[in-house]
T-cell receptor, first 109, second 116 residues
Framework: GQNIDQPTEMTATEGAIVQINCTYQ??????LFWYQQHAGEAPTFLSY??LDGLEEKGRFSSFLSRSKGYSYLLLKELQMKDSASYLCAVMDSNYQLIWGAGTKLIIKP | SAVISQKPSRDICQRGTSLTIQCQVD?????MFWYRQQPGQSLTLIATANQGSEATYESGFVIDKFPISRPNLTFSTLTVSNMSPEDSSIYLC?????????????FGPGTRLTVL
């Protein structure tokens, strides 16, 4: 079956760095997405990786290793507004998104 | 990015009744997706709504329970029929938006449904 694993919850301090990991097993691979979802709101797109390596976008970076079925989202200079759930999703061979359960990130002052 | 609206934004319904959720997109799209997100869980795809043909349902979801309409390329409805408390969830519509090789999905604001 298809499976996406990510930690349920993480806590970090304002101004620090946090890395949220995601491992996946899917039938085919057409890219990995990270979405941010604030409580009570819809998910919003953060990043997309289809080739191995690191993609940097401001304070957020996303890394992919296809051979390991592994990705991480790196958040730098954490701000209180970064408190949210972070969803990892993989697009399979049918171009369908398979979603992880999300990682709830709690930022403390 | 696409602008997607949903109606209603939230509702509280009685067991056994039905609710129709509307999704409107500001541009024409071929596919629209309907998701459910139960409390504390990730998104689960209910069905893909295709204009001019029957919706494609995922395992565990059936047309009698979740009938979908797609009358044109900018609009779709999802009906949650004969509701039970287990149907309490956030229902989201989304559309893919290609940008080069990226097939990113944009989400509507969601409909928060509570069934008593």
């Amino acid at each position: 079956g298809q499976n996406i694993d990510q930690p349920t919850e993480m806590t970090a301090t304002e101004g620090a760095i946090v890395q949220i990991n995601c491992t996946y097993q899917t039938s085919g691979f057409n890219g990995l997405f990270w979405y941010q979802q604030h409580a009570g709101e819809a998910p919003t797109f953060l990043s997309y990786n289809v080739l191995d390596g690191l993609e940097e976008k401001g304070r957020f970076s996303s890394f992919l290793s296809r051979s390991k079925g592994y990705s991480y989202l790196l958040l730098k200079e954490l701000q209180m507004k970064d408190s949210a759930s972070y969803l990892c999703a993989v697009m399979d061979s049918n171009y369908q998104l398979i979603w992880g359960a999300g990682t709830k990130l709690i930022i403390k002052p | 990015s696409a602008v997607i609206s949903q109606k209603p934004s939230r509702d509280i319904c009685q067991r056994g009744t039905s609710l129709t959720i509307q999704c409107q997109v500001d541009s024409q799209v071929t596919m629209m997706f309907w998701y459910r997100q139960q409390p504390g869980q990730s998104l689960t795809l209910i069905a893909t709504a295709n204009q001019g043909s029957e919706a494609t349902y995922e395992s565990g979801f059936v047309i009698d329970k979740f009938p979908i309409s797609r009358p044109n390329l900018t609009f779709s409805t999802l009906t949650v029929s004969n509701m039970s408390p287990e149907d309490s969830s956030i229902y989201l519509c989304s559309v893919p938006r290609g940008a080069g090789d990226i097939n990113e999905q944009f989400f509507g604001p969601g409909t928060r449904l509570t069934v008593l």
